[in-house]
């Protein structure tokens, strides 16, 4: 690869924005006598004039050297060894050059599965066989701690001014050996507003199915960067376009094949998302268990509604039969951890436990440690459904976090008397069945 340097006068990345643990790293690897180098997204987005989210830093030192100079480090990773620098929460990762999986040392360091996947990557190599190891070109750009300059082997400074990703190599080849990619070139592409260049964009529909192949706790991690990172309802919308959004959810297809953002079950998505933005934007917590139980809950309904009729279940029983199967298929193409599937559920089940406000239950409910959560959600559904019940049912909550333990005990008095309490149910009770 032809290479480009571009020094330091003539470029905008400034010391300045590149993290403290980070230029420390950087530096105690050149003083060593290595190679060091800032690479990828921190790159990519000082370039930009963006805060990147994290600094990664590539090498010639080896996983073994790396760790010999840094007490504070962790090697880690199968497929990719890569060193860990700990400084308290903030984690530097460094890697060390990549080489090519074809040369003499790649038989045992590298593997490939029959459709060109790549198992395992750690052949070692030069800078510039590194550079072509990366996904995008804007991506393949090194920040060089020795001069300060910035190393472009794939035409990458050129592509961040065209606002393009372009993938390095042969499009198809690339997808194959790691289908992973079509889902970053969507998510660079809604982060940065970025164009996707067509001989990169176009092999997206073909071979999108392969995500199929990647493990389900791979596919946790990229849920987790695409609907958590600030842009989850353009990436949502972004991946149903492409197709991407399929082999993530497969039980979404027959419900949104037929796009239609009037619909209230894809309102309530956006809607679940975009608050999710907002939240993260404004440095606010956010939690997977909110995003996946609203991504799922239109799919909830509709299983607790056949099993009712199907197997004339109650209510309790119904729902609780379609979150088990609902989580247990989901978990086949994302596997979500169990810390969120619990949190899932209790959303979930607070949903109907909110409706139900008599006696002490109100009281219950709004102990819950998810209580919180559960009224957000509902909050959505109401806004997303126009339900005048819902939306009656919200501002009740509403109220109730505004009143004191005197009001409160008014508020369930009052209820008692104004609604009759059959009324607050949702859905009739089933007739019991009589024998015959
Ligand atoms: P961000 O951290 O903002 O999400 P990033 O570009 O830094 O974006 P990372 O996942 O942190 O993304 O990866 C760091 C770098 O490693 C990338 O910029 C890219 O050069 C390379 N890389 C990551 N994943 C892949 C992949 N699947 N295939 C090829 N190269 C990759
Ligand atoms: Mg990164």
Same mark, same amino acid.
């Not at 400084?87 to 090519?100: K, M």
């Not at 964009?201 to 991690?221: M, N, S």
């Given at each position: ?80 060894? #890569? ?48 550079? +072509? ?11 060089? $701690? ?10 990458? $400074? ?62 946790? +991690? ?32 027959? #419900? ?122 509902? +909050? #959505? ?23 004191? +333990? ?31």
């Amino acid at each position: 690869m032809e290479q480009q340097v571009i020094p330091r006068a003539e470029h905008n990345i400034s010391r300045q924005d590149i993290s403290e643990n980070a230029l420390k790293v950087l530096y105690r690897l050149h003083k060593s006598g290595y190679n060091a180098y800032l690479v990828g997204g921190g790159v990519r987005d000082l370039l930009l004039g963006k805060q990147p989210k994290d600094f990664d830093i590539a090498t010639n030192a080896t996983p073994e050297q790396i760790k010999a100079l840094f007490r504070n480090c962790r090697l880690v990773g199968r497929r990719f060894r #890569l060193a860990h620098i700990l400084f308290g929460r903030e984690i530097i990762e460094v890697a060390t050059f990549r080489g090519h999986h074809d040369s003499a040392n790649a038989n045992t360091e590298s593997k490939r599965s029959e459709e060109g996947m790549l198992l395992r990557d750690n052949v070692y190599g030069s800078i510039d066989e590194d550079a +072509e190891r990366r996904d995008f070109t804007v991506n393949a750009l090194y920040y060089n $701690i020795a001069d300060f300059s910035v190393v472009d082997f794939a035409g990458g $400074i050129n592509d961040i001014a065209e606002r393009r990703l372009q993938l390095i190599g042969d499009p198809e080849t690339r997808y194959r050996e790691d289908p992973v990619r079509m889902l970053r070139a969507v998510r660079f592409a809604v982060k940065l507003d970025f164009s996707i260049a067509p001989e990169s964009c176009d092999p997206i529909a073909q071979y999108g199915p392969l995500l199929k192949d990647i493990p389900a706790a791979r596919l946790f +991690e990229e849920c987790l960067k695409l609907f958590l990172g600030g842009d989850g309802k353009s990436t949502f919308k972004m991946l149903a376009d492409t197709q991407l959004l399929y082999p993530l959810f497969p039980l979404l297809k027959p #419900l949104l094949q037929q796009w239609d953002e009037d619909a209230p079950e894809l309102r309530f998505m956006l809607m679940a998302l975009a608050s999710t933005d907002k939240r993260v934007r404004g440095d606010q917590k956010v939690t997977p268990a909110f995003v996946f139980a609203a991504l799922l809950w239109p799919l909830l309904e509709i299983k607790k509604d056949e099993l009712l009729i199907e197997l004339s279940l109650g209510e309790h029983d119904a729902s609780a039969m379609a979150m088990n199967w609902l989580l247990d298929q989901q978990c086949k193409s994302v596997a979500i951890p169990k810390r969120f599937t619990t949190g899932i559920r209790e959303i979930w089940q607070l949903q109907a436990r909110l409706d139900r406000r008599f006696g002490k239950r109100a009281f219950q409910t709004f102990g819950h440690p998810r209580f919180r959560a559960a009224f957000d959600f509902l +909050e #959505l559904r109401a806004k997303a459904t126009q339900d005048k019940h819902l939306s009656e049912l919200a501002q009740w909550w509403q109220q109730w976090q505004r009143s004191n +333990e005197q009001g409160r005990n008014t508020m369930v008095r009052e209820l008692n008397k104004n609604s009759g309490r059959s009324k607050s149910r949702r859905r009739p009770r089933k007739p019991k069945k009589t024998d015959s």
